[in-house]
Every structure is written in C-alpha cells, then in structure tokens.
C-alpha cells in the first residue's frame, strides 16, 4: 500500500483534518441521511454524499488503485460511526466478500482494508463474515432491481458471530448490504452498516 502523500490527494494543496484539505473537506457532504428501507438493518451510518469531491475520492480508491486513500476514507467513517451511541454493543467487524476472480482483477478489496483500518482504530475485531459463492455482473448501469437479481443467492454466512458492522465503500440502491443483512438477521446476529460514500437520499 502506498504511502499517504504529505499533500491533499484530491487537489494537491496543503493538508488539514482528515488528511486532505481544507476546500476538499468543505466539498464532501458528510453525514447525508441513510434513508433506505431494510427490513434486515435498523442503522446504517454513511460519512459523506456520493458526489463531487466523495465520488471522486471513491473513484480513485476504488478504480485507480490508490489505496492509500483508506486512511482518509476510513477516518471519516470513524468520525461517523463515533455519533452513534449503540456502538458499545458491537463487537465485530466485516466487509463485503469478493470472488477470487473479482479480487485478482481489482487486486485488492477496498472494503476490506476500510474495515480491517477501522477495526484497529476502533478496537473492534475483524472477523470474515461472508463469502461470495457466484460471479455476479458489475453493478454499475444496473437498475435497482435489476441489481437486486444480480445479487441474490451470491452470498453465504461463513463466520458466525453475535453482532456485526458491516463495511463497505458506497451504497448506491442497498442491494448488496440488503443480502448481507438478510443472511445475518436469519443466524440472529445482530447487524450495523457503515458506509464511505451513498447517494442522495432526501
């Protein structure tokens, strides 16, 4: 993993909170409401909008390989995660699975690394809750139902554990972090979701 660059990654101005700078961070909408209905997940927390600078930085982690933007993404997440006060009972931390496919071609699951950093950060353990047992199309261009066939049946419990908050980069439709939910609220784990980046939800 690259090493965090001492100027804003976005822009290349000085560095400030968060490890970008000052108008970078005034760019992001932090905290956007998480107004999506899933019967399996009561909280789930989003750091800031899909969009603009937020999309950027998820652009460039996610596609360009710069990985290094797990600390920036992953601070924020914390920061979020930190307001919510049901946090004390929660334990354990995962992501969004891969195929080993899907990994080779990405060379490395961004959820991963953002719940392997936050977990250390946060004293939770890091536990791999589920596996990816089918390829799935890229979701990008799907609809929201149609992302929702995609997805169905592509993943299964592996680990089991009282409680989880699940990690993942961005939530677009819920499709993804819906499955993951549906699985653990069948074992009676109890689940939280927290996301980097999500689309407006007003």
Known sequence: MKKLMNRCPICGKSLEKFKICRDCLEGLKLNPPANYKNPYIKDI???FEYSGIG???IRRYKFKGESYLVYVIGDL???RILSFEGLKDFSYITYVPMTKKKMAQRGFNQSLELAKYIGKNLDLEFISSFKKIKETKEQV???GSARK???KNSFALDKFSKNII???DVITTSSTIYELAKLAYDEGIKVCGLIGAG???Y
């Open 141 to 143: 261009g799907l609809s």
């Open 149 to 151: 066939v995609n997805l």
């Open 45 to 47: 927390f989003i750091a």
């Open 166 to 168: 699940i990690v993942d």
């Open 77 to 79: 997440m914390i920061k």
């Open 55 to 57: 999309k950027e930085l």
């Open 199 to 201: 689309e407006s939800m």
